[in-house]
């Protein structure tokens, strides 16, 4: 018991020291459950102040170990967020009669990051029981994961409850794939009320990570094309040889070869001289006027690209929130209470 408390001591004292340093979240102005009257979550900043300090000591911990957590987090809360709203139902372990969204094959051996999460989970009810949901967990970790290698900061809205159910069927449908065309991209994003801009601005994410050779087999196709850029031959080539072992199914690639591990505008320069690794970004300059023309802007401006995330990300973040009784905050994310 007296380890018990020395070790809670010990995550306060910490959290104290570098609390200063925390991006904000927000429940004043609109946090999620005011128009429900719901105090129990919409309030989190005043009801757990610690939170955001224990949420951003967890992950800037994570991402110190390995630079590549930073956008595992990301994509955790994205492929949340494309299934039923921002609700942690990705968070869910499948059980004997029940089956969660984890082995939906956008997911299956891909997510990563959930022993983060769970990190983040037993302290916050160490310190405040049943206060903060998974689902700003979610949100807010995506947040600091951008900040600690980077980008830009937001004001997170807190409030969202957790789901107690999950649908494999909808992340299969939902979440869109490597291989994209910009016509299916859009489609994706419109059916949550996400436009065609927030399609290419939140694709910026794909500046930071990796992907197997798996996702990106078609852009090994890419050095037969006649008139390609020196640049795109080059970078297919040296697709070709990593990905040409038997073994090179689970073999890793970065998205962005140039800044792998900073979150900035790389990306869409990236884009611009062939260079990018899926289909479906690199489809962003060569499938669509109107995607090409934002890309190009980003690529020029990391300013406007910083702006544009932000909104989209809080845009995102905002997608069908439960509130109230809608859901409920779980004590363990990987199971409804």
């Known amino acids: ?125 160490s310190v405040c029981l049943e206060t903060v949901s998974c689902a700003d967990i979610l949100a807010t970790a995506a947040r600091d994961s951008v900040v600690l290698s980077g980008g830009p900061s937001w004001d997170v809205q807190m409030g969202r409850k957790d789901s107690f159910t999950a649908s494999k069927s909808l992340a299969n449908n939902n979440i869109p794939g490597p291989n994209s065309t910009v016509a299916n991209l859009v489609s994706k994003f419109q059916n949550v009320n996400l436009s065609l801009k927030d399609m290419v601005v939140l694709s910026g994410a794909h500046t930071m990570g990796r992907a197997r050779c798996t996702t990106f087999r078609g852009r090994l196709q890419g050095a037969t094309l006649p008139n390609a850029p020196d640049a795109s031959l080059e970078f297919i080539q040296s697709l070709q040889e990593l990905c040409s072992g038997s073994d090179s199914n689970a073999t890793l690639a970065n998205l962005d070869l140039a800044t792998p591990a900073t979150f900035d505008n790389q990306y869409y320069v990236n884009l611009l001289s062939g260079q990018g690794l899926l289909p479906s970004d690199q489809n962003l300059v060569t499938g669509d006027d109107q995607t090409r023309e934002l890309v190009e802007t980003y690529a020029e401006d990391v300013v406007a690209f910083f702006e544009d995330f932000k909104n989209s990300m809080i845009k995102m973040g905002s997608l069908g929130v439960g509130t109230g009784m809608n859901g409920e905050i779980r004590r363990n994310c990987r199971a409804v209470n």
């Open 1 to 125: 018991m007296a380890m018990k408390y020395l070790a809670l001591f010990a995550l306060l004292l910490n959290l104290a020291i570098g609390f200063s340093a925390v991006p904000k979240t927000t429940s004043q102005g609109g946090g999620y459950g005011d128009d429900f009257g719901d105090q129990s979550g919409n309030d989190v900043p005043n009801y757990c102040p610690e939170a955001e300090a224990i949420i951003f000591s967890r992950v800037q911990e994570a991402v110190l170990e390995d630079s590549r957590m930073a956008a595992s987090l990301l994509r955790l809360h994205f492929h949340d967020c494309f299934v039923n709203g921002c609700d942690a139902s990705v968070l869910l372990d499948d059980s004997v009669n029940f089956v969660g969204e984890k082995t939906a094959a956008p997911n299956v051996n891909s997510l990563r990051g959930f022993d983060v999460i769970d990190a983040i989970k037993s302290d916050l009810e």
